[in-house]
Structure formats: C-alpha cells, structure tokens
C-alpha cells in the first residue's frame, strides 16, 4: 500500500459531497459515544494526561478536507496564529525524532483546553478515552482501553459495549470510494500539525499564484492573502511583506 506522507497539497476543490457524508458518520459516532459517556457519567473536562498531547496519526483523506474546511472558515488572524503552532510542533517533533527521544507536543489546535476546529476534528478524538470495541476483518476481537482519567473515575463502572466496527466499516467504505472518484491511491500519515502546515502552504501557493498572475498584468500586485512583493524581487512567498510596495 502507497503512503502519501507529508506534504500534500490541498489547491484543489472540495469534495464537498463526501464531506458531507463524513459529517453523518462523525455525528453518528458523537451520538454513540454520548450514549457511552452517559451510561459511565464520564466527562472529559481536561487533565494531565491530555490527549491533544499524543501524537495521532490520522489516515484518511477526507479528515484532512474536513479539518481544512474548518479551517478555511476560521479569520484570517486565527489561521496565522495556529499555522504558527503548527511550524513550531513539526520543528519541535522533527528534532525529537532525529535525536530518538520521545516528544509529547500540544496540538496547535488546542486554544486553552478547548479544540480551536472542535467540530471538524478527526475520527481518533471523538472516539478517544471510553473503552471500546473493534472486530478487524478476518482478526480477533479487539479490547481498546479507556484513558487515564477514564480509568480513575469509571474503571469499577459496569461495562457498555462500545463497537467502533460499524464506524472504521463506513469511513473505509468512504474514503475508497473517494479515492476511486479522485483518482488516489494509498492513505495519507499525518498528525493535526502537518495538516494545518500543508493546508497553510497550500493557501500560500494558491496566493502566490494569484500575485502572480496581478504581477504579470499590473507590474506589481497584491495577493489574495494581503500580502505584498516589491517589484522586480523573485516571487517567492517567503519575501512577501505586509507593506504595500511604493
Ligand atoms: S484536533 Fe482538537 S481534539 Fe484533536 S488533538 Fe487537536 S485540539 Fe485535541
């Protein structure tokens, strides 16, 4: 199987009717894991052992369109500032990981405990902390435990069957269809961090490539991210200022 990992870049139109489907499995899934939260009167309201500091993968192309239609809806001053927490976690992970330390990193997503794209987030933090159930094609029965805090405060609590199957069953269905529409193969491997940074290179391109074209008419140009290049440097987006040539 072909792993497309980071960078890919998303200038390309939304595929607004599959995100539409995703948006029915993620409801499905918050429903069921509302039943399970209630039956255990368990509630996520933070702790030390915080999830958005694990570094999930996630695989699927139609999570990344749907973190970066939220994302394309946020101003233009909050994209910035998390596409910056971006940068700096995938410097932060990259070094670890060339010095082979372990690295828990806050998700750039995370804005003082609450999740900045809460409803577009993916599969992996609507189901993470409860007990669950999960029946592989073909494997044994697999018993995923609950976090920490789940543990602490519910452990002696009587069991609630939580099957993530009929969930993994209808994203895969999803996503293969949508590559087989879109042309993909192979499944991406990238955490919220690399995400946010390949949707905010993506913009960037994008932008770029709209000053060009202003530039190729006009002389000099502004692009669609408001950012300006004096005239005659190189267009390259890292030269870009916030100041109007003269
Ligand atoms: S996307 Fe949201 S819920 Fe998921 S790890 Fe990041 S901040 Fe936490």
């Given at each position: 199987m072909v792993l497309i990992q980071?960078?890919?870049?998303?200038d390309v139109p939304m595929p607004t009717a599959f995100l539409d489907r995703l948006g029915d499995i993620f409801n499905a899934m918050d429903r069921e894991y509302t039943r399970a939260a209630e039956h255990y009167q368990?509630?996520?309201?933070?702790?030390?052992?915080?999830?958005?500091?694990t570094r999930f993968y996630h695989h699927t192309h139609l999570e990344f369109y749907y973190l970066r239609m939220g994302f394309e809806n946020l101003g233009s001053r909050k994209k910035s500032e998390i596409l910056l927490k971006a940068e700096k976690v995938c410097r932060e992970t990259a070094k670890a990981d060339e010095k082979e330390i372990p690295v828990r990193v806050m998700c750039p997503l995370n804005d003082d405990s609450l999740c900045s794209l809460y409803p577009y987030r993916p599969m992996i933090c609507r189901m993470h902390g409860i007990p669950h159930e999960l029946q592989k094609p073909g494997q044994n029965l697999i018993h995923g435990p609950g976090c920490g805090t789940f543990d602490d405060r519910c452990a002696t609590k009587p069991y609630y069957k939580f099957d993530r199957t009929p969930f993994y069953l209808e994203m895969a269905k999803l996503e293969n269809e949508f590559k087989q529409v879109a042309g993909l193969n192979g499944r991406i491997k990238m955490t919220i961090a690399e995400m946010i940074k390949s949707i905010g290179q993506g913009a960037e391109r994008k932008a770029h490539s709209a000053w060009c074209m202003v530039q190729r008419t006009e002389g000099r140009g502004q692009s669609t991210e408001g950012r300006w290049l004096m005239p005659?440097?190189?267009?390259?987006?890292?030269?870009?200022?916030e100041k109007r040539p003269v």
């Amino acid at each position: 199987m072909v792993l497309i990992q980071y960078p890919i870049y998303p200038d390309v139109p939304m595929p607004t009717a599959f995100l539409d489907r995703l948006g029915d499995i993620f409801n499905a899934m918050d429903r069921e894991y509302t039943r399970a939260a209630e039956h255990y009167q368990f509630q996520c309201d933070g702790c030390m052992d915080n999830c958005c500091l694990t570094r999930f993968y996630h695989h699927t192309h139609l999570e990344f369109y749907y973190l970066r239609m939220g994302f394309e809806n946020l101003g233009s001053r909050k994209k910035s500032e998390i596409l910056l927490k971006a940068e700096k976690v995938c410097r932060e992970t990259a070094k670890a990981d060339e010095k082979e330390i372990p690295v828990r990193v806050m998700c750039p997503l995370n804005d003082d405990s609450l999740c900045s794209l809460y409803p577009y987030r993916p599969m992996i933090c609507r189901m993470h902390g409860i007990p669950h159930e999960l029946q592989k094609p073909g494997q044994n029965l697999i018993h995923g435990p609950g976090c920490g805090t789940f543990d602490d405060r519910c452990a002696t609590k009587p069991y609630y069957k939580f099957d993530r199957t009929p969930f993994y069953l209808e994203m895969a269905k999803l996503e293969n269809e949508f590559k087989q529409v879109a042309g993909l193969n192979g499944r991406i491997k990238m955490t919220i961090a690399e995400m946010i940074k390949s949707i905010g290179q993506g913009a960037e391109r994008k932008a770029h490539s709209a000053w060009c074209m202003v530039q190729r008419t006009e002389g000099r140009g502004q692009s669609t991210e408001g950012r300006w290049l004096m005239p005659g440097l190189r267009c390259q987006p890292s030269r870009w200022s916030e100041k109007r040539p003269v």
